[in-house]
């Protein structure tokens, strides 16, 4: 019996470690982990986004690939869930969506042709006002890598659709912020005026006002820095922001973080 028991132990750790391999074997040579996931040493890479080293020529231009999150805005009333805690994990497919938003769902049916089956997640389960864009918002995983930017672009095709884009939270930040990056909706506060031409900044605690707050786009390249000596008595700040184009972007200030979508 000890024997037996021996064998099927080899066995299932041959088979665990060759179905690994081969996961291995399909990613493409040239890629490599675009930053390593290493929270402790300020870099961050949760859903082990690849840089493609072959095709990349232009460092600040990295050809990416990820099979999650992607990130998309629905319109009003396609696809409606009941309020949960923000914890909650709620997983839809695409052929929930409303079978009034016919435009929306062949271009759901065309991404998974296209690239592969996936799943959706709503980014925030606690939101059920449909005029919230948070409430709207879901994030997809693929079941394959897929190139980021081949994705946003079919992704952005779709008719009545409100937002595409990728969720991208892979980041390098200098090792002189000793601390890990938090949660900056403790301390930054966004307002954003429509027509989407400003947004009003708030820094909502007392903090060192030898710092800055910079803005970063979706591959996290600098744009602006504005030193806090430059806002307002009442700790505020506009930001032109009329010439920037739709997408996901990050304000920084010290060791906070926090992300704005911009849509047109």
């Known amino acids: 019996m000890k024997t037996i028991f021996k064998v099927l132990l080899v066995m299932c750790i041959f088979t665990i470690f060759a179905q690994n391999a081969k996961a291995l074997d399909t990613l493409n040579p040239c890629w ?7 929270p402790d040493h300020n870099s961050f890479n949760p859903d082990s986004v690849m840089l493609d080293t072959c095709a990349t ?12 999150w992607y990130l998309v805005i629905l319109p009003p ?3 409606n ?13 695409w052929r929930d969506i409303d079978t009034n938003f016919i435009e929306l769902r062949e271009g759901f ?3 998974e042709n296209k690239f592969s089956p996936f799943i959706m997640r709503k980014e925030h389960p606690e939101g059920v006002d449909t005029s919230s864009l ?17 994705v946003v672009f079919y992704l952005s095709s779709i008719q009545n ?4 884009g990728y969720d991208m939270r892979a980041a390098r ?15 930054i506060d966004i307002k954003q005026n429509q027509p989407s031409e400003k947004i009003t900044v708030k820094i909502l605690k007392n903090i060192d006002y030898n710092k800055t707050l910079e803005l970063y786009d979706i591959k996290f390249r600098l744009i602006f820095n504005y030193h806090l000596s430059d806002f307002e008595a009442n700790n505020t700040i506009d930001l032109n922001i009329s010439d920037f184009s739709a997408g996901v972007y990050f304000l920084r200030c010290g060791n906070y973080i926090r992300s704005f979508i911009i849509c047109r």
Do not use: C
């Open 32 to 38: 490599r982990m675009y930053y390593p996931h290493d």
């Open 81 to 93: 869930v009941p309020e949960a805690p923000r914890d909650t994990l709620i997983y839809r497919d």
């Open 161 to 164: 659709l409100t937002f595409a």
């Open 57 to 68: 020529t232009n460092p600040i231009e990295p050809v990416l690939y990820a099979y999650k």
């Open 173 to 187: 930040f200098d090792d002189v912020y000793q601390n890990t990056v938090r949660n900056g909706a403790e301390i």
């Open 109 to 111: 049916l065309n991404i």
């Open 77 to 79: 009333g396609a696809l």
């Open 134 to 150: 948070g409430s709207r918002s879901w994030l997809i995983k693929f079941e394959e890598y897929f190139n980021i930017d081949s």
